[in-house]
């Protein structure tokens, strides 16, 4: 049986009178890759922010191998291995492709005084240039982040969130605004990075034919609760699912 | 002649003239040059603090009159020059930490508005406590430093001396902006929420940040003090920090050459527009009025935008000629 790598357990998160994430608890397993859905403002993204400590829950737990991480913040949660991706893109558009991956991997490298009198690229470049092939980004990894397209973006966004090889990836509607071909790209890119190098994912995603390809369980959410889990299979044919999506 | 030529040469033409020129200016002359080398010093460090790493601050004057009082009350008490300048460095630099910690919690105009009070502190410091700064009066009785037998007490002398700190000054923030912290900089001026969910910790660097831009600013400062030979607070009032303010925006915020070019603009151009006479300060405003509405990212921002449109023509131009190549076939 998989190992559980992180557990949520009854996360609750208000807005002054608003309930935005209602006592939601869910479990990642190792190598898993977890789609969470749900219709507009029902929480997703809430709950992404409380689980990385962009926000602290006002209820509940998140344990990560055991341990209790609740409310860490975002970058301590980044040096225990678990890295992210945002709903809108988030490069560094002055720095080229290959210095946003370095950047992304250089803070797990030493001390904050051990890479000041270290190597330029805190030895990272070799690592940089292999995720820039993974991603088929080579031929833009001198240009600026801030000139590439929205796709190419969405990819070096990806690539970045791999390049401290993170236990865990949480990626925000990683398919929003990406055309056909790139999805398709994306996609295989992912699914890539499950199966040749394990990584676990948590995919909190609109395009449903995207998680239900990708995803092998399902939580789903409607005004801030859990109102199933289950198997790509399973949620589609769940009644509460659908009554959700195409309401009553 | 390829580019990598073309700015080495011209490279080694400015280094020939910061050296040579001086020898045929007057005292005057070689004050301005020496002032442009410490006040370029200045605006080095809140290039790193404003344009690397994107956190305003309204204060690099009062760290120049940190730097500079410090020199001045310890050489005036006996003490040689190179200890008082590593104490003012120290201190500025401890200070410009502390100053960094409203910058967690506020952004923008309101960090603004705190450095710019935290300044006005500083300077009425300097006006009202006499028994420290000896207030409007001033101090003097302090001489220009020497080092291995070496004196710095001629006015040319001295300059060569604020040319050599001004290598070093710039040797260290090339180093600075190239290393990894350099890049961690730039993250936190881009994105900081996303630099945080990277691990870059954003809280040390923001604090690292403000405190080695005022350590630059305590440098220049402690070089100001024996350049003039007499301190007063006149000199470090909020107009120092909106002038150093304006030499890293002109010169171009977020680049390496940006603060000597600001600097340059700040103090040598007034100087050169002298010869109009009692209009020289308002051809000097109107000039750097139209300079910001016409270049908003600075001279060098320029510079970089057509360096830009050139390679996104010349990428047009491949792609065209590629396609052209495939309707033949």
Sequence with gaps: ?248 | MSRSVLLKTFGVLIVGALIFLPLTLNRYGIYIMSLWAIMTIAAMGLNLTLGYAGQVSLAQGAFVGLGAYTVAIMMSAGFGFWLPLLIAIVITFAVGWLLGYPALRVQHHYLAFVTLAFSTLVFLVFRNEEWLTKGIYGIMGFKRPSAFGVSFQKPIEFYYFTLGALALASAFMAWLVRSPWGRAFVALRENPVRALSLGVDTRRYTLMAFAIGSAMGGFSGALYAPLVEFVDPTPFTLALSLNLLMMVIVGGSGFFFGPFLGAAIGVLLPEWLRFAHGWYLTIYALFVMILLIKTPTGILGIIENMIAARKTRAASAARAAASAGLDKV
């Design chain 1, 1 to 248: 049986m998989t190992r559980t790598l992180m557990e949520v357990q009854g996360i609750r998160k208000k807005f002054g009178g608003i309930t935005a994430v209602d006592g939601v608890s869910f479990e990642v397993r190792e190598g898993e890759i977890l789609g969470i859905i749900g219709p507009n403002g029902c929480g997703k993204s809430t709950l992404f922010n409380c689980i990385l400590g962009q926000l602290p829950p006002t209820e509940g737990k998140v344990m990560l191998d055991g341990d209790d991480v609740t409310g860490l913040r975002p970058s301590a949660m980044n040096r225990r291995g678990v890295s992210r991706t945002f709903q809108l893109l988030q490069v560094f558009p002055q720095l080229s492709v290959r210095e946003n991956l370095v950047l992304a991997g250089q803070e797990h490298k030493g001390t904050m005084f051990t890479r000041l009198f270290g190597p330029r690229d805190a030895g990272l470049t070799p690592d940089a240039n292999q995720m820039i092939e993974f991603f088929r980004l080579g031929h833009l990894a001198e240009e600026k982040a801030g000139g590439l397209s929205y796709g190419q973006q969405k990819l070096l966004d990806a690539a970045m969130a791999f390049m401290a090889g993170p236990r865990m990836v949480l990626l925000d509607e990683p398919a929003g605004g990406v055309n056909l071909t790139m999805l398709g790209h994306l996609e295989e890119r992912l699914r890539a990075m499950n199966t040749e190098r394990g990584a676990t994912f948590v995919v909190i995603e609109h395009n449903m034919d995207f998680v239900m390809r990708l995803c092998t369980r399902v939580v789903v959410l409607a005004e801030g609760k859990k109102i199933a889990e289950g198997t790509p299979a399973e949620v589609r044919a769940n009644q509460a699912v659908i009554d959700a999506y195409l309401g009553h």
